[in-house]
């Protein structure tokens, strides 16, 4: 799966700083409630769904913007030390070039929703976007500007069906009107 597409030390620094002069009024006043917290857990649980080993096989197809080519990669994928992140590290096989991908998920309680990070190698700008959860189909909506027009792009992964995900990339330069597939194939789980 290409996406142009790490996670920030602030928030435990901040957390740190607090230390033990904080009040504990302060920190009771900003603490979410039982049931925010259970919501959160339930939403943050959502991208379970990756956690594993994965093996992939994919290809992009002729388009304006790639040429027909097969791509494979290696997943592996996993909950951060506390259990609110989900990070998965991924090995591309393109031809005889490989890149290596970090990607770090998860849930915004505030916000209501999910977000991506993804490195496209050690030292690249981090790439942020936003991933949608439907039930078993996540997808990753986006654009670019290409030749001064603004192309919609969206990934879907599926993961409707135990141990296999489907994924797909499409792209549309009508504002979504009509979508051109540009890559697609499956992962399997080879481990957990």
């Given at each position: 799966m290409?996406?142009?597409p790490i996670l920030c030390l602030s928030m435990m620094v901040a957390i740190m700083c607090g230390g033990p002069g904080s009040t504990r009024a302060a920190s009771n006043a900003s603490r979410p409630s039982d049931s925010q917290e259970a919501a959160a857990r339930e939403a943050t649980g959502k991208l379970g769904a990756f956690v594993g080993k994965w093996e992939?096989?994919?290809a992009f197809l002729d388009s304006k913007f790639s040429k027909a080519h097969k791509v494979?990669?290696?997943i592996d994928c996993g909950w951060s030390p506390q259990g609110n992140f989900l990070i998965c590290e991924q090995l591309i096989t393109e031809g005889s070039e490989k890149h290596i991908q970090l990607s770090v998920f998860s849930?915004?309680?505030k916000e209501g929703n999910y977000t991506i990070s993804s490195m496209a190698g050690p030292g690249r700008q981090p790439f942020n976007g936003t991933l949608l959860i439907n039930g078993s189909v996540w997808t990753y909506p986006g654009s670019f500007e290409a030749d001064g027009k603004k192309i919609e792009i969206r990934t879907t992964n599926d993961f409707s069906v135990a141990g296999t995900e489907a994924f797909k990339t499409e792209m549309s330069e009508d504002g979504g009107a009509h979508w051109t597939t540009t890559l697609q194939g499956t992962?399997?789980?080879v481990a957990r």
């Open positions: 290409r996406m142009k992939s096989t994919g494979t990669s290696n849930y915004n309680s992962a399997h789980k």
